[in-house]
């Protein structure tokens, strides 16, 4: 398919995100880690509570969740995660966006999180008001908003995607001669346009983990690792992305991790993955690809501040106290369920 290089960027100039220092949580021995996942296993099972994480957070938020039946998984998997359990309470270990979707998602249950302030930069980068009104300047595109939007720019959309699908979601509406206006990550958009030839127009957000991968220290890393593969996440540059043995979401890196041949693995996205990396492929060597460019302070700086907002002790505080919970209004959650319900059918087409 030829490509549609008339793709452009919105003119918007999108608000300062502060960026806060990555945490620093007290170490635990392991009798003080066993005791206080043995308090939280017994508040969950009392509360009638499901602990569902990312991929990103902490390793042993991760292992709390598949021990006590919850989910880890990307985005686009907790929300499927949660409309099909039956606890009435979803404790979200992850980033604002997806403690909202769950609770767009399951109105009726309680939602909780280890922190509200753990956000987003392309969250934050996508003020609901500015991008409403930049909507209304486009009225003949289809508006496809990635997962990382806060509930009111989810309401505004028309499409809701996670980098798993938002391909052939993407594909489907060009090949249905649609218009696409992309949000808020600029590079996925542009990698997402490359591949499906859509007409795009798009908003200039981006990840503060994906963005600071550099080409060239990764084609050096690479040269010095000639039989590893490079796996990237398509939030990243797209001179980043041209380096890439595999492109693509969370699942689909940990799943080339599993199935590729090669003994070791240069993975450009945030760190956290590599938990679930190691425990399925514990032969395999997993390098950080590195982060270093003018400026950097660290060789790779591939972590989430706001992921490593989630801790096994903020989360015992969360279910102690029943702080902390998500709301969003039956009206908007009403309105911004539209569009993820649509990926998530447009999902189960695809598993059939």
Known sequence: MPLNNSVKEAAVAIPVIRVPELPQWPVLSPAEQKQLKEEIKAMLHRQ????????????ALQDLAEETGGCVADSLE??????EHPATTLVVAGVRFMGETSKILNNEKRVLMPDLAATCSLDEGCPPELFSAYCDEHPDYTVVVYANTSAE??????????SGIALPIVRHLAQAGEKV??????????YVQKLTGAEMIYWPGSCIVHERFRAEALAEMRARHPQAA????????????ALADVVGSTTALIQAVVTMPNPEFIVATDA?????????????????????????????????????????????????????????????????????RRMLDFARTLRK
């Not at 591939?302 to 106290?321: F, K």
């Open 230 to 241: 490079v796996l990237v996440h398509p939030e990243s540059p797209e001179e980043v992305v």
């Open 272 to 340: 956290g993955i590599m938990h679930k990396m190691q425990q399925l492929a514990p032969g395999k060597r997993l390098i950080e690809a590195p982060t270093l460019g003018e400026g950097a302070t660290c060789q790779s700086c591939a972590r989430c501040p706001w992921m490593g907002m989630n801790s096994l002790q903020n989360l015992a505080e969360v279910l102690r106290t029943g702080s902390n919970e998500i709301f969003v209004s039956p009206d908007l959650a009403r309105k911004a369920a539209i569009p993820i």
């Open 153 to 162: 720019v989810k309401a505004r959309s028309d499409w809701v995607v996670t």
């Open 181 to 190: 206006l992309w949000a808020p990550d600029r590079h996925l958009g542009q």
């Open 48 to 59: 009638n509570a499901v602990l569902v994480a990312h991929y990103y957070t902490d390793g």
């Open 78 to 83: 907790m929300a499927r995660f949660g409309t």
